[in-house]
């Protein structure tokens, strides 16, 4: 009866299925070519169109203050935040992977509880708590909120690939006396680091991404990541340069759409981040 | 769901376990110090505002005139003046249909119908497509706000196309606000659902579908009778999470719509960002975020209980 | 959640050794970077100055780099820390506000709008300058008219004024003669205006015949460039200087929202999604009126600032195609026509920790040359005599005449630190209308009730 897969039923089903993606991939690639499109063109307007060739939009944006300091920022921000957010995961997954204790319960609670907070709604008191331990336009201080922010996401990854590490390995190390935190930097890192890999990334492109939060916290405009400075180009240089928007929005995309491609090595298959955060 | 990895220290001692020179507590204690960095992090940074949300929801806190020096406690001024004011049910109501469409139905739909697809489709169409849908979503979310309004907005690809074909296109952005934020965010995030499907399907036993077939079930049947009850908690994890992701959408619709025209797409948070940060009533603002706030909450507890056998 | 199968065998992979060691190091020399990157000196050896930069307004920051300059030339040892606000007004507003409100992002010297200063000294963001001008030569001066302008409720000097302004009608030339419009124009009533706008739309299509800023996305241009313009040209006023009350249910503010439907309504105007767009202030001076697209912009007087060599969208021609004509009021009432006056000081941020350098900054910034330098590329009329007078201002911008010429008819926004509230709510009836989401009659009735909550039953007037 296997027969029924090649049967000319399952031939239909394929074709529709494949003509149907086709159709959706390009409803969904059709807002991201203009981005491509308007980068490379010389009067770049809103629609997508075939460019005038040029790559003077690159050049014009590629300057310290359009491009690299804000990046530079970007990167401080991000990589910061991802490395707290990493340290504090891994451990705080250690006892909830590893014990029956009374407080875990509760805790997963909270986390879990914090993973559904609209961040969006706490601006308001988030910039007063920022005032209030003069940390605007502090860069531990933003990457500190943000490491927060991430933190309930980035425990339940850790706690997971902290689960399908083996206990038995640890036992032996358990025995020989090993204390708990030689136990899980000499034997559980090493053997979950791409496990750590993904979350290191996924919490990067997260605050790579975010807009909002410097949109607040960062009034210094020398400090201000490419998130908020992009939207200057949306008027705030003249009128609206369409094609150095689109370069600078495309430079901007580049470094997290890169750290995708990693995180699918990493974990040798696309569904990892999915897999990671599913229920 | 499988349960978390068996848990030792019940059978043996843990890494520094004598048990029988420190009480348990003691134990308990020492053992859970690893957790500390991440409740100091979580309790000022998470808890310190949520709290202080409460707090400032009661008060005149601006961010210019005399207010501005020092806030005053006005009780409930601030939700009475919020419920009487109509923009407010206005913008519950457009919360709700931001949320209805473009998160239960569009991206749950939508992820679950590409899920499904990829499994019956060729290759090289599965790799490409799939790129391109997560590329959508991988995007910083500020970028992917300018494409998807340069995509609806009036001299946009949209209408450019439909230029093409002969149709004037309407101006989007400004008679169909809803309509475009909302597709604007399927669009995004369409691919967060077709991953967690995709991984979800990928778990049913191949035996059971394949013995369905035998048995002569057609493909709907199939779907609705053996896949969709198997993935159910993944649906309904889904859910949650697109729905509490969708909540707190800001910048998409800041950069699209700006909220409007007038009131027209001003959803919750864009509402209290206009309040409280923009007109600079920072009270009303944090008035209207403890009601989002309350609502994340709400959904967060549905969220916990489906998720409860887990956590125990 | 659940232990993958999946994540189990990707547990097993061999690790990637150097993948993880890169993102550790970058990692680390971030928090490293981030370390050092720390709030920048609260020595008192800098000064702070936060101003606007958007859109086509750069003049200011060209002064500012040039008195930045000067001064540390003067002063070796201070520096001066510019910090350029890239954002529209309402947004700049915002910002500022945020930055006042902690003492370690407080500026010394910040750009602040007039109608923002009773305001911002109730929230004790700035410091009171009078010991200061009492020592100063050249306050005299400054016309009494800018002194008020930066006074305080309770009296003190809070502000220094760089400049003033006016409103009026601009038009294109070259488009009225091909409309068949005699030029110059010199409407007698709203109507008369109304009435050139629909000539225009029927002879030149493709034409915006007229802008009125009437949006929340246009901030406080749309309440005072729009509406103000209209209602103080009606019988009716916004505040009764008198009782110090504000007036509510007059028949001149719907009168005035009406004019926005008309035009709105009617086609005469921008289509309501341009008009959203809160990029719209640059496309008409950058745009709209140099490429011929829009016939009448009812503007300030330093719109020519944006066409001059030095500005962002030079436009040498802009003298001999556009012409200016004052506001009529409504029915061509005494005076027959009409204009607003704002304007912007520097002012002195109250966390300051050298109030004596700031102050010699705003000094320095506004002594007669720089005034003279910056009112000349910023299209401001002078606030000072000695510049005002000077042959180099008079000659260096033909419409200076012209906006001088109306300043017996103009008028001031009410001078209370509740305005800017109010103004507010001002832009989102001109909204409501605009979209059609409420009429005139609703819009202000929705006006005078947000009134009431700000200022309290017992301060508005019928």
Known sequence: ?279 | MTATAATPDALRGGPSGDRRRRGRLGRDLLRSTPLLPAVVLLAIFLLGPVISAFYGAFTNSALSGAAAQGAEFIGFKNFTDLFADPDFPKSVVLTFVFLFFSAVVGQNVLGLALALLMRSANKVVRAIVSTIVVGAWILPEIVASFAAYAFFTKEGTLNGMLAAIGITGPTWLYTFPMLAVILANIWRGAAFSMLVYSAAINDVPPEITESAEVDGATGWQRLVRITIPMIRRSISTNLMLTTLQTLSVFTLIYVMTGGGPGTNSSTLPLLAYKEGIAFGQLGFGTAIALILLVVGALCSIVYIRALKPEVD | MRPAPRTTALARRAPKKRVLATLAAIAGAALLLSGCAGGSGDDGKTIKVAYQKFGNFIQLDKHMKKVKAEYEKANPGMKVELVPIAAQETDYFTKLALMNKSSSTAPDVMYEDTFQVKSDVDAGYLAPLDSYIDKWDEWDQFFDNAKQAGLGDDGKTYGISMGTDTRALWYNKQLFEQAGIAVPWEPKSWDEVLDTAKTIKQKLPDVIPMNVYSSTAQGEAASMQGFEMLLYGTKDTLYDTDSKKWVTGSKGFTDSLQFIKDLYGGGLAPSPDQALDKNVGTKVGAEWLPQGKLAIALDGSWMSGTWLEDGSAPWPEWNDVMGQAPMPTQDGDDPGSVSMSGGWTLAMGSKSKNKDAAWDFIALALNKENSKSYDIAASQIAVRDDVSKDPEYADANPSFAFFSSIVPVTHFRPATSDYSKISLNIQVAMEAVLTGQQSPKEAAAAWDESVVGIVGEKNTTK
């Open chain 1, 1 to 279: 009866m296997s027969l029924a897969l090649t049967s000319p039923r399952g031939r239909g089903l394929r074709v529709v299925s494949n003509l149907v993606l086709v159709l959706i991939g390009v409803a969904f690639l059709l807002p991201m070519v203009w981005l491509v499109l308007a980068s490379l063109d010389t009067r770049a307007t809103l629609t997508a169109k075939l460019p005038e060739f040029t790559l003077d939009n690159f050049t014009q944006v590629l300057t310290p203050e359009n491009a690299w300091i804000p990046l530079g920022n970007s990167l401080i921000i991000s990589a910061g935040t991802a490395l707290v957010t990493v340290v504090v995961a891994v451990l705080a997954a250690y006892p909830l992977s590893r014990y029956t204790l009374r407080v875990n319960r509760p805790f997963l609670y909270g986390v879990l509880f914090g993973t559904c907070l609209p961040i969006t709604a706490m601006m308001v008191p988030v910039y007063g708590l920022f005032v209030a331990l003069d940390l605007l336009n502090s860069f531990p201080g933003i990457i500190l909120f943000l490491a927060a922010t991430s933190l309930p996401m980035a425990i339940w990854m850790a706690k997971n690939f902290m689960d399908s590490v083996p206990i038995s390995i640890e036992e032996a190390a358990w025995t020989d006396g090993a204390s708990m935190l030689s136990t899980l930097t000499r034997v559980v890192v090493p053997l979950m680091r791409p496990g750590i890999g993904v979350v290191f990334i996924f919490v990067f492109i997260q605050a790579w991404g975010n807009f909002f939060v410097p949109f607040i916290l960062v009034t210094d405009p020398t400090q201000m990541p490419a998130a908020v400075t992009i939207y200057n180009f949306f008027g705030a240089y003249g009128a609206v340069a369409y094609g150095q928007l689109a370069a600078f929005s495309l430079l901007y995309s580049v470094p997290v759409l890169a750290l995708y491609v990693l995180v699918q090595r990493f974990s040798g298959g696309s569904f990892a981040l999915a897999g990671a955060v599913k229920g």
